[in-house]
Protein backbone atom coordinates (compact mmCIF):
# COMPACT_ATOMS: atom_id res chain seq x y z
CA UNK A 1 0.00 0.00 0.00
CA UNK A 2 1.32 3.42 -1.06
CA UNK A 3 0.36 6.52 0.89
CA UNK A 4 1.15 10.04 1.31
CA UNK A 5 0.89 12.89 2.82
CA UNK A 6 1.16 17.08 1.94
CA UNK A 7 3.74 18.99 4.76
CA UNK A 8 2.17 22.63 5.01
CA UNK A 9 -1.06 22.62 6.91
CA UNK A 10 -1.12 19.05 6.62
CA UNK A 11 1.79 17.20 8.53
CA UNK A 12 2.92 20.80 9.70
CA UNK A 13 0.29 23.00 10.30
CA UNK A 14 0.82 26.85 10.12
CA UNK A 15 -1.27 28.49 12.86
CA UNK A 16 -1.64 31.91 14.64
CA UNK A 17 1.22 33.01 16.77
CA UNK A 18 -0.32 33.90 20.00
CA UNK A 19 3.11 34.55 22.22
CA UNK A 20 2.77 37.96 23.76
CA UNK A 21 5.78 39.32 21.57
CA UNK A 22 4.22 38.45 18.35
CA UNK A 23 1.05 39.88 19.21
CA UNK A 24 3.07 42.71 20.30
CA UNK A 25 4.62 42.86 16.60
CA UNK A 26 1.32 41.78 14.90
CA UNK A 27 -0.90 45.27 16.89
CA UNK A 28 2.54 47.34 15.77
CA UNK A 29 2.73 46.09 12.08
CA UNK A 30 -1.18 45.38 11.76
CA UNK A 31 -1.39 41.80 10.60
CA UNK A 32 -1.72 38.31 12.37
CA UNK A 33 1.92 36.53 12.74
CA UNK A 34 1.84 32.85 11.94
CA UNK A 35 4.27 30.13 12.84
CA UNK A 36 4.63 26.41 12.19
CA UNK A 37 4.49 22.98 14.56
CA UNK A 38 3.72 19.37 13.66
CA UNK A 39 1.13 17.45 13.69
CA UNK A 40 1.19 14.98 16.30
CA UNK A 41 -2.25 13.10 15.77
CA UNK A 42 -1.49 12.93 11.99
CA UNK A 43 2.10 11.72 12.37
CA UNK A 44 0.99 9.19 14.21
CA UNK A 45 -0.90 8.11 11.68
CA UNK A 46 2.17 8.25 9.40
CA UNK A 47 4.05 6.24 11.46
CA UNK A 48 1.19 3.67 12.19
CA UNK A 49 0.66 2.97 8.27
CA UNK A 50 4.52 2.61 8.20
CA UNK A 51 4.49 -0.12 10.83
CA UNK A 52 1.93 -1.72 9.06
CA UNK A 53 4.19 -2.08 5.87
CA UNK A 54 3.22 0.66 3.72
CA UNK A 55 5.50 2.80 1.83
CA UNK A 56 4.94 6.48 3.08
CA UNK A 57 5.69 9.52 0.87
CA UNK A 58 5.33 13.19 1.49
CA UNK A 59 5.31 16.03 -1.12
CA UNK A 60 5.18 19.85 -0.60
CA UNK A 61 4.32 22.56 -3.54
CA UNK A 62 7.49 23.68 -2.09
CA UNK A 63 9.15 21.45 -3.63
CA UNK A 64 11.46 18.65 -2.68
CA UNK A 65 14.13 20.57 -1.17
CA UNK A 66 12.27 22.20 1.15
CA UNK A 67 9.91 18.90 2.38
CA UNK A 68 13.13 16.80 2.74
CA UNK A 69 13.79 20.16 5.23
CA UNK A 70 10.75 19.52 7.04
CA UNK A 71 10.85 15.72 7.12
CA UNK A 72 14.20 16.07 8.86
CA UNK A 73 13.20 18.39 11.66
CA UNK A 74 9.77 16.32 12.28
CA UNK A 75 12.52 13.60 12.14
CA UNK A 76 10.55 11.51 9.93
CA UNK A 77 13.58 11.02 7.60
CA UNK A 78 13.55 6.85 8.68
CA UNK A 79 9.82 6.75 7.69
CA UNK A 80 9.34 8.69 4.45
CA UNK A 81 10.43 9.11 0.86
CA UNK A 82 10.04 12.72 -0.73
CA UNK A 83 8.96 12.56 -4.04
CA UNK A 84 7.81 15.51 -6.17
CA UNK A 85 4.09 16.08 -5.94
CA UNK A 86 3.73 15.90 -10.13
CA UNK A 87 5.22 12.20 -9.04
CA UNK A 88 2.05 10.67 -8.21
CA UNK A 89 1.64 8.27 -11.24
CA UNK A 90 2.86 5.20 -12.27
CA UNK A 91 2.44 5.29 -16.44
CA UNK A 92 -1.52 6.44 -16.32
CA UNK A 93 -2.43 4.90 -13.27
CA UNK A 94 -2.12 6.77 -10.01
CA UNK A 95 -0.01 4.60 -7.35
CA UNK A 96 -0.59 6.56 -4.43
CA UNK A 97 -3.76 4.58 -3.08
CA UNK A 98 -4.44 6.85 0.18
CA UNK A 99 -3.14 10.96 -0.14
CA UNK A 100 -3.48 12.96 2.86
CA UNK A 101 -3.52 16.75 2.40
CA UNK A 102 -5.43 20.07 3.14
CA UNK A 103 -6.90 21.02 -0.32
CA UNK A 104 -9.42 19.05 -2.43
CA UNK A 105 -7.06 17.18 -4.14
CA UNK A 106 -7.63 13.92 -6.71
CA UNK A 107 -3.82 12.87 -6.33
CA UNK A 108 -4.41 8.86 -4.71
CA UNK A 109 -6.68 6.86 -5.40
CA UNK A 110 -8.84 7.89 -1.99
CA UNK A 111 -8.53 11.69 -0.46
CA UNK A 112 -8.54 12.99 2.53
CA UNK A 113 -8.72 16.65 3.26
CA UNK A 114 -7.00 17.07 6.37
CA UNK A 115 -8.70 20.27 8.39
CA UNK A 116 -6.69 23.57 8.15
CA UNK A 117 -6.02 25.53 10.77
CA UNK A 118 -8.18 29.26 10.96
CA UNK A 119 -6.29 32.03 9.48
CA UNK A 120 -6.69 34.98 7.32
CA UNK A 121 -4.13 34.39 5.15
CA UNK A 122 -0.44 33.67 5.15
Known amino acids: MNIA ?6 LWKI ?3 LSPSAQILSQHRGYQSYKQVPD ?3 ISVL ?3 K ?3 ANVYVWSAGGTDYAQTIVDK ?5 YVVVIDK ?3 YSGEEKFIDIAFDDEDVELGKVNIKIKREARESY
Open 5 to 10: FDIDDT
Open 47 to 49: KWF
Open 86 to 88: EMR
Open 51 to 53: SNG
Open 74 to 78: LGLDS
Open 40 to 42: YDL
Open 15 to 17: VPD
